[in-house]
């Protein structure tokens, strides 16, 4: 059984910096992509980050969101720096089976975490 578990959220200034973490089991961690991805309120899910040897990133939190792995730990992480209100929203982590192709389309994504809240306040 696979399992996806977030944590590190919370409410934090803007300006300020989060750190999620994704720990993996039920899986072959170093067979899939990891990505991460968010819910606002009232709007729809949206990429974030993907996560193999190299990253990829949305746009919008490109320069100040980091994504890693621990393949040893099966744990992938969100170092989030200059949070911004805009970047409150649920956070997702997902794992998309294939390790060579990063990707930013949740169809593509096998399993999901179950969320975390991260609340930015101004």
């Known amino acids: 059984q696979v399992q996806l578990v977030e944590s590190g959220g919370g409410l934090v200034q803007a300006g300020g910096s989060l750190r999620l973490s994704c720990a993996a089991s039920?899986?072959?961690?170093?067979?899939?992509?990891m990505g991460w991805f968010r819910r606002a309120p009232g709007k729809e899910r949206e990429f974030v980050a993907a996560?193999?040897?190299?990253?990829y990133y949305a746009d919008s939190v490109k320069g100040r969101f980091t994504g890693s792995r621990d393949n040893a730990k099966n744990t992938v992480y969100l170092q989030m720096n200059s949070l911004k209100p805009e970047d409150t929203a649920v956070y997702y982590c997902?794992?998309?089976?294939?390790?060579?192709?990063?990707?930013?389309?949740?169809?593509?994504?096998?399993?999901w975490g179950q969320g975390t809240q991260v609340t930015v306040s101004s």
């Open positions: 996560i193999n040897w190299n990253t």
């Open positions: 997902a794992a998309a089976a294939g390790y060579a192709t990063l990707t930013k389309n949740q169809y593509e994504y096998n399993y």
């Open positions: 039920g899986l072959t961690f170093t067979s899939y992509v």
